[in-house]
T-cell receptor, first 111, second 115 residues
């Protein structure tokens, strides 16, 4: 079983839609959760960082962590064509150096 | 220069060549990482350096040889690679801080093609 599971998509939505991206994981020791956005031919860019369970909001982006279900989500409100990218979830436990990444979900927001 | 820079951005090499990838971080961080990114697969952690000391080698073949001369620079020396080593190689850095996790900041990557 993979440490982190993420649906690769692609996910195609119209501009203005609410997007929901998700990851599940198996290791209950994970307590730091991150979302990265990766545009084509670029490195991943950190979008959201969350510690333990709960919600975190930043502009149009909301990250949710449900540790009891081992499930994390990223919501994008009022999606824009510029949000078209691959979104990677990542998580780590007490070993701060070791991140476990999902395989990424490719999102396409159509004008 | 800001953030994490990587050179070259693209590299094509034959299986008998020797080449090096370079990474430099301008963030004052004390940890640096090499990752391999292949299509439709999760990022694979290759090497970790904390305060210039290698702390993680994720069963990487010896044809990949890392070097960290100081906390701002990281190299990946390549020799006798195989076509399946073709991928995007990403460098990242972070600031180790006791008591919490640390965000990793990535460079743009080197797209490597092995013929």
């Amino acid at each position: 079983q993979k440490e982190v599971e993420q649906d690769p998509g692609p996910l195609s939505v119209p501009e203005g839609a609410i997007v929901s991206l998700n990851c599940t994981y198996s290791n209950s020791a994970f307590q730091y959760f991150m979302w990265y956005r990766q545009y084509s031919r670029k490195g991943p860019e950190l979008l959201m960082y969350t510690y333990s369970s709960g919600n975190k909001e930043d502009g149009r982006f909301t990250a949710q962590v449900d540790k009891s279900s081992k499930y994390i989500s990223l919501f994008i409100r009022d999606s824009q064509p510029s949000d078209s990218a691959t979104y990677l979830c990542a998580m780590s436990g007490n070993n701060f150096n070791k991140f476990y990444f999902g395989s990424g979900t490719k999102l396409n927001v159509k004008p | 220069e800001t953030g994490v820079t990587q050179t070259p951005r693209h590299l094509v090499m034959g299986m008998t060549n020797k080449k090096s990838l370079k990474c430099e971080q301008h963030l004052g961080h004390n940890a640096m990482y090499w990752y391999k990114q292949s299509a439709k697969k999760p990022l694979e952690l290759m090497f970790v350096y904390n305060f210039k000391e290698q702390t993680e080698n994720n069963s990487v073949p010896s044809r990949f040889s890392p070097e960290c001369p100081n906390s701002s620079h990281l190299f990946l020396h390549l020799h006798t690679l195989q076509p399946e080593d073709s991928a995007l190689y990403l460098c990242a850095s972070s600031q180790l801080a006791g008591g919490r996790g640390n965000e990793q900041f990535f460079g743009p990557g080197t797209r490597l093609t092995v013929l």
